[in-house]
């Protein structure tokens, strides 16, 4: 009975292993957009839109590959463990627990994909955002280097004062920009949308379908 037992750990052991080994390299690992112009809307509930259409398509995606430091891929890593942030801290994100969630664990290459929504608010227009995976920030090559690398994302959102809740706040951020486009003085990009250089009444229509959402 007790070798019984002895076997079925060592399976179990064996099964977990096979599941996740290895630790990432932030310099090794790898992160890149399927596209080009990718543009996504969130919200701290979690339910605006998905970053596979961020660049008018169906399957866009973000790319990630977690390597060792050997360069070997990091199979098994689970689908939460990924952060994103604003890689200008004058862009920072407020992000609820896992704002981000992976496709898939990583396969034999340790590549997975990140294609759904972003749970959080904020705005990103210039800097772009970083990928963490399991904490580790992914770096520019050559390793050594201390650069992240900064995907060019542009976020908006209807929590405008990026604290995690649309509220009334929002809405006077909002006004400012109010019936103006592109390049008029006043217009803010962070409340466009749908992309359109108006900020208008179909925005207006966004931040409604999202008023008092929060973080879970």
Not at 112 to 129: D, Y
């Amino acid at each position: 009975m007790f070798k019984g037992k002895v076997l079925l750990f060592s399976l179990l052991l064996v099964f977990a292993t096979s599941l996740y080994a290895g630790e990432v390299d932030d310099c090794l690992s790898d992160v890149s957009l399927s596209c080009v112009g990718m543009r996504v809307s969130i919200c701290p509930a979690g339910d605006f839109e998905f970053i596979r259409t961020g660049c008018g398509g169906t399957d866009d995606h973000i790319i990630v590959y977690a390597r060792d430091s050997a360069g070997n891929g990091v199979s098994g890593i689970p689908r939460t463990d990924y952060w994103i942030q604003a890689c200008d801290p004058a862009e920072e994100l407020c992000l609820c627990t896992a704002p981000i969630v992976a496709d898939s664990i990583t396969n034999d290459l340790g590549r997975t994909t990140i294609s759904g929504r972003i749970a959080g608010g904020g705005c990103i227009l210039n800097g772009g955002a970083y990928i963490a995976i399991q904490g580790q920030i992914v770096l520019e090559e050559p390793c050594g280097s201390t650069d992240w690398i900064c995907l060019d994302i542009i976020i908006v959102s209807p929590d405008l004062t990026a604290d995690c809740v649309v509220n009334l706040s929002d809405l006077g951020v909002f006004g400012l920009s109010y019936n103006k486009s592109y390049p008029e003085t006043g217009y803010n990009d962070c409340c466009d949308y749908n992309d359109d250089t108006h900020c208008n009444l179909s925005d207006f229509a966004f931040m409604g379908e999202h008023y008092l959402h929060e973080c879970f």
